[in-house]
């Protein structure tokens, strides 16, 4: 029997989990490690704020299925590994494994900036989701200037674009929005960019929205430091604001910085090749937004990251899964899927509106690229949550 210890389990560590699971059957144990009890379905956490979600509607305890389906679920916090004698310490004891997954995702580094972490909401948590709640709540009472964005080295600008274009539809819904003067700044080279080197249309169109709604914006920008009532943005304007929302940048979590023999680069991500497999230790895989992913480009001015999506993230928990499995079969042949060569799908919310997003490939050079405006109703969005919860929640993880 081999034992496979899976740390993390949202989108990469559920999927790789039940996967081997699936594939693996009675020759493999599982065990999958989270500090969470609960599944999230982080997409939505960008309508929370607005009351269209409580938390309790995108989320469900993951231990029912993960059971049902063979995989034993710990609640506890890993804290570090030894790759040499393979062992994960946690905070509810140790465990032994032959292969291990980190599919622990990211840690928000909120204090990109001075004033950032005390001054900033952060829509990316529940908590956080539910602060802003809150905090609008007493916005409306006196309305002001609101600035949204993602700050220097972010790579989830297309969340922070998200929530600008849900906060402008809300301002209109409270009947406020000339009173509020609203601004988007992003350390992209350009509108639309989305760390992936844009898409067809998509500055024109992002550039066309921001018209529309009568949102400023300013692109290579990030952000030099926040106090109570102002942003300094790195380029020395000041914009006044009564309520900013930012995405601060991700890095790895603690458990990978305090195991130094993962390798990890800076920002904290684990080292993988193509297979997902870390150079250095055959048996430790890595998935989601855990794996470091290298740009293919050069940011203009100000730097920022690749974003690390949901479907890039499921699809290698998938692969991971299978090269277990391959290996522990004795086969040498592992699968392969570069992170930037995994197809682009997602959906960008734009407030009761949606844009679609579809390549053949995340990273250029692609031959298929297309952004498709839906302004009538976010319905594909609302389909896209339904069906996720609905594949998770019965541990169908083989399905896309
Ligand atoms: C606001 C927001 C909106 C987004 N919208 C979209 C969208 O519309 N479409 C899209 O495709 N993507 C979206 N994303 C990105 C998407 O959420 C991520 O791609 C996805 O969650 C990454 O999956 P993951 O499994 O790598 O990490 P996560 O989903 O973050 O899961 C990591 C898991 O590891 C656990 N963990 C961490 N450390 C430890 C530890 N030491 N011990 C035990 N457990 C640990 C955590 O509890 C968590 O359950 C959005 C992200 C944000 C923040």
């Known amino acids: 029997m081999t034992t496979t210890v899976v740390i993390g389990g949202n989108f990469a560590g559920m999927t790789a989990a039940l996967e081997i699971k699936r594939k693996g059957k009675e020759a493999h144990k599982v065990i999958l490690i989270d500090k969470s009890p609960l599944f999230l379905f982080i997409p939505s956490l960008i309508w929370v704020p607005f009351g269209r979600r409580e938390i309790k509607d995108i989320s469900f305890r993951k231990d029912g299925i993960l059971q049902k389906k063979g995989v034993d679920f710990i609640?506890?916090?890993a804290l570090k590994v030894d790759p040499k004698?393979?062992?994960?310490?946690?905070d509810k004891g140790e465990f032994k494994y032959d292969h291990l997954v980190i599919a622990t995702g990211p840690k928000v580094k909120y204090d990109v900036a001075p004033g950032v972490a005390e001054h900033a909401y952060y829509v990316g948590t529940p908590n956080g989701a539910m602060k802003i709640r809150k905090a609008l709540e007493e916005f409306k009472k006196d309305p002001g200037p609101i600035v949204v964005g993602a700050t220097q080295n972010?790579?989830?600008m297309g969340a922070a674009y998200e929530f600008l274009f849900n906060i402008e539809k809300w301002l209109r819904d409270q009947k406020i929005r000339k009173k509020v003067d609203l601004y988007w700044i992003t350390p992209e080279d350009y509108l639309g960019h989305f760390g992936i080197d844009g898409m067809p249309l998509a500055e024109s169109m992002l550039t066309g929205f921001m018209k529309m709604f009568n949102i400023h914006f300013r692109t290579q920008v990030g952000v030099k430091e926040m106090e109570k009532d102002k942003v300094i943005l790195t380029n020395g304007e000041v914009l006044p604001s009564k309520f900013?929302?930012?995405?601060p940048p991700f890095i790895g979590v603690d458990f990978v910085t305090n195991s130094p023999e993962l390798h990890a680069n800076a920002a904290g991500y684990v080292p993988a090749g193509d297979d997902y497999r870390h150079p250095d230790y055959p048996n430790i895989w890595t998935a989601g937004i855990a794996v470091n992913v290298p740009l293919p480009f050069t940011p203009k001015t100000v730097p920022f990251a690749a974003p690390k999506t949901g479907y890039p993230s499921d699809e290698t928990g998938k692969v991971v899964a299978e090269n277990i499995i391959r290996v522990t079969k004795g086969e040498t042949k592992l699968k392969e899927k570069p992170w930037g060569k995994i197809p682009g799908l997602c959906i960008m919310d734009a407030g009761k509106k949606e844009v679609i997003i579809?390549?053949?490939k995340l990273f250029k050079p692609r031959s298929f690229a297309i952004m498709i405006?839906?302004?009538?109703?976010d319905f594909n969005k609302i389909l896209f949550e339904k069906y996720f919860l609905w594949k998770t929640k019965n541990g169908y993880s083989f399905l896309p």
């Open 75 to 77: 609640n506890a916090e």
């Open 85 to 90: 004698t393979q062992v994960v310490y946690t």
């Open 154 to 156: 972010a790579g989830c």
């Open 244 to 247: 900013t929302m930012l995405m």
């Open 358 to 360: 579809v390549s053949d």
């Open 373 to 377: 405006p839906n302004v009538i109703y």
